[in-house]
């Protein structure tokens, strides 16, 4: 296996341990969308308890990756899917985070 296919096997089997209901091949397109960020211990993962960087996480891809408009929707949505990853999981990999907020945004298109 690639270190990619590693990667995506790593965040399809913890989607599946926090019973994410995410569709393996959208988990596969973010990963590769992210680049190699994924391969970065600390760009890996997000840290919800960072402003700065969830600030960063809606303006460069919610607003400007998926189109999004820019409003508190964009913010509440974040702490969502935070809360849904589960906020003491040290785990909060950036592509399942990624993954989820495409999905709840209905934004898959974009990674076809």
Do not use: C, H, W
């Amino acid at each position: 296996m690639s270190k990619l296919e590693d990667k995506i096997a790593a965040y399809v089997a913890e989607s599946k341990k926090l019973n994410l209901d995410l569709d393996e091949k959208l988990i596969a397109s973010v990963a590769k969308g992210l680049g190699p960020s994924i391969y970065n211990a600390d760009a890996e993962t997000i840290a919800a308890s960072d402003k700065a960087e969830l600030d960063r996480l809606k303006t460069n891809f919610l607003v400007k990756k998926l189109g999004l408009k820019d409003d508190a929707k964009l913010d509440q949505a974040i702490e969502e899917v935070i809360e849904t990853v589960g906020k003491s999981n040290k785990n909060k990999y950036r592509a399942i985070v990624y993954a989820l907020l495409v999905k709840k945004f209905k934004k898959e298109a974009v990674y076809k």
